[in-house]
């Protein structure tokens, strides 16, 4: 698990872990959806215990590409300007390429066959048992953050930003290292500029 501060936000800590092999992703897609709906006492305490960023890992480019879209979150939260109901939802708003925050959370979010993830928790401080919290949640392996090279499928990446005409990588065909690269620039771009777009 990797941590992060943000002094400039109001002392944020970021914590973000990779897993892989998860094999209980409906389970945890159809627990945050219950604890979504459930309006009562024991609603919140299930929120509380779901409030992370699930990510299908797939979809992200970089770490740069992950840290973006969570600094764009932060400042939209301190700035008192999220489009989501919480900083976690506005992680995966920032990620997607449109405005549409259902569509964000659909494609960006844990689905049902996600068998990778990365899960991302905002707080004002350390939390204790942090890391063992998300192992009792998430039924798979957490691994180091470099083996995100290894899950990331550039193929939906590219569908999603409809990069599949873009010149400058077409001109690149051949040389995956260097598309690659071109992508994620052109990802992380994007989401470092949505906030001044919309």
């Known amino acids: ?15 973000v872990a990779l897993f892989d092999d998860v094999t209980n992703a409906a389970a945890i897609r159809s627990r945050i959806v219950r604890a979504a709906r459930n309006l009562s006492v024991d609603g ?3 929120r509380e215990a779901v409030n992370f960023a699930f990510i299908d890992a797939r979809l992200i480019s970089s ?3 992950l840290q973006t879209a969570i600094y764009q979150a932060l400042l939209s939260e301190a700035q008192g300007q999220l489009r989501t ?4 939802s506005e992680i995966l708003w ?14 960006y979010g844990v689905s049902d066959k996600s068998t990778t993830l990365i899960v991302v928790r ?6 204790p048992d942090l ?22 499928d550039w193929s939906i990446i590219q569908k999603h930003y409809k990069l599949e005409s873009e010149p400058a990588l077409k001109a690149l065909q051949g040389n995956l290292d260097r598309e690659r690269s071109i992508i994620d620039n052109i990802v992380v771009s994007s989401v470092a500029m949505k906030n001044v777009m919309t």
């Open 1 to 15: 698990m990797e941590t992060y501060y943000y002094s400039q936000f109001n002392n944020a800590v970021v914590h």
């Open 44 to 46: 919140d305490t299930e």
């Open 63 to 65: 770490p740069l590409h």
């Open 85 to 88: 109901k919480t900083v976690h």
């Open 94 to 107: 920032a990620l997607n390429p449109t405005n549409n925050i259902t569509e964000a959370i659909r494609r």
């Open 122 to 127: 905002v707080d004002v401080s350390d939390t």
């Open 131 to 152: 890391q063992c919290h998300m192992c009792d949640i998430i039924q798979g392996c957490m691994v180091p953050f470099k083996a995100l090279g290894q899950m990331t």
